[in-house]
């Protein structure tokens, strides 16, 4: 059975359908871990690669496709309880995010620091979620076997095309391949890298190229470089190219600084690119003014957070034209996190969720404001994270002093904190650290909700996010 089939969906080498059991322990990879165990289903990961890692495992990568010893592979597992689990149960289900029975970690051993499994991998069922659009190579097309690949995993530049233009590879109808990835602050999407592979293999008068996607999830250059080896290895391909983050040195920093620009919307960030990639770019990275944004506002209860997003939003609405989306601490409380305490992780996975739910406003070109607490720099840094897959951050503290909320005790909390009846409130019974990582600081004990507001609206205008300005 192929490894990717031609609609698109992610095949893995099934096992045989006997022999597993449903109520056995399972585990949900993320998606590079769920990248990690498809090219390990084929043999192209050394023996005890974690899945999901950072580094390659210490055995090299077989010389065929789909030996059994080279399935062996490493899982991480949430504790060592759970580790001990699956080594009793003798097995452990790998799903994706659909929970989808991708394989069978066979005879797993706990080791390590105990939240280590290693394991031989089986493939149990098909992955139907990812972004290879029906272009997925498939390891086991003759049609594909020794051709020169070329992967990219970005624009060529200017440099690149002119380099490429003497590549004997063009010669033998090249594979050009691209990683199947959704699009992120760093990344552009696979439907883009497709655009972008295909008119190149046709600028360079490439005859019978084929352009296609492979499960490779990119994180650090010399891991991403082997696994295209092995890939292209397995394929019989005897000649290999790379346009990447890294490689060649020159062009890529080229892309680089392009990149920056486009982030940032200044300066002419194709200048140094190929023709052709302008479009793609810039559906990926649209201008300021309709690029998809979070706003969070992080202070201590009564600081005023919740007035300013309002007026904010207000501003946003009326002046600017940007559509808004108001997640406020309360609000969510009540509808999307209606049933959680009020404990430390709790706070924590009602910021997770407004996290997420901001994340996808800003996908779609939306702007999200939200006005936690947010008392740690641990969870607003991965709310931060969230948010920059898809669109861009700001971070704004309302520096209120403890004093002054706790004279306005708007809600009567600190009374009740006081009292011993609320526990683990911020600022009394529980610490709030303050942010050095943010975009803007307003004190509301010595300026008004107007001049706060306005300082908000002046980093937008200012930054391009909104045209315009206070009327």
């Not at 706070?347 to 070109?365: M, Q, T």
């Not at 669109?391 to 520096?399: E, N, R, Y």
Request: aromatic share 4%.
């Amino acid at each position: 059975m192929s490894l990717l089939g031609t609609s698109g969906a992610t095949r893995v080498p099934e096992g045989p359908r006997a022999g597993w059991d449903p109520l056995l322990p399972d585990v949900v990879l993320a998606p590079g871990a769920v990248a990690d165990l498809l090219l390990g289903l084929w043999g192209l990961l050394p023996a005890g690669t974690e899945l999901g890692g950072t580094t390659l495992g210490g055995t090299s990568p077989p010389g065929g496709v789909g030996v059994a010893a080279a399935r062996t592979v490493m899982v991480r597992l949430a504790s060592e309880e759970a580790a001990r689990t699956a080594s009793l149960a003798g097995g452990l289900v790998l799903r994706d995010e659909e929970s989808t029975p991708l394989a069978l970690l066979e005879q797993p051993v706990q080791q390590g620091d105990g939240t280590e499994v290693v394991g031989t991998l089986r493939g149990l069922r098909t992955r139907e979620l990812g972004e290879s659009s029906g272009r997925a190579v498939d390891l086991a097309d003759p049609s594909l076997r020794g051709r020169a690949v070329l992967f990219l995993s970005r624009p060529a530049t200017a440099a690149d095309a002119e380099d490429l233009r003497t590549w004997s590879g063009w010669r033998g109808a090249p594979l050009l391949l691209v990683p199947e990835q959704a699009a992120s602050r760093r990344r552009l999407a696979t439907a883009s890298l497709l655009a972008m592979a295909e008119r190149l293999a046709q600028e360079q008068g490439a005859v019978g190229a084929e352009v296609r996607t492979v499960p490779l999830d990119l994180r650090e250059p010399q891991r991403d470089d082997a696994l295209v080896a092995a890939l292209a290895g397995a394929l019989g391909s005897p000649s290999v190219r790379l346009l990447t983050d890294t490689a060649p040195a020159g062009s890529a920093a080229e892309w680089g600084r392009a990149r920056e620009q486009l982030v940032l919307g200044t300066g002419d960030p194709c200048a140094a690119l190929a023709p052709g990639a302008e479009v793609q770019l810039r559906d990926w990275m649209p201008p300021r003014s309709r690029r998809g944004l979070t706003i969070m506002f992080t202070g201590l209860s009564g600081s005023g957070k919740s007035t300013i997003a309002r007026d904010v939003a207000r501003w946003l609405e009326v002046e600017a034209g940007r559509a808004v989306t108001i997640l406020d601490g309360d609000r969510v409380r009540r509808l999307l996190s209606s049933g959680l305490g009020f404990d430390l992780a709790s706070r924590e996975l009602n910021l997770r969720r407004i996290g997420f739910v901001a994340a996808e406003v800003a996908r779609h070109g939306g702007v999200a404001i939200c006005s936690p607490i947010a008392p740690t720099a641990s969870i607003r840094a991965e709310v931060r994270r969230m948010a920059e897959q898809t669109g861009d951050f700001l971070l704004v503290h309302v520096s209120t002093p403890l004093a002054e909320c706790e004279r306005r005790d708007l809600k009567g909390l600190y009374a009740l904190a006081r009292a011993g009846t609320l526990r683990e409130f911020t600022g009394i019974s529980s610490p709030y650290e303050e942010p050095e990582d943010a975009d803007l600081r307003v004190d509301t004990s010595v300026v008004s909700r107007e001049v706060a507001a306005g300082a908000v609206a002046d980093l937008l205008r200012c930054g391009g996010w909104a045209d315009g300005g206070p009327r």
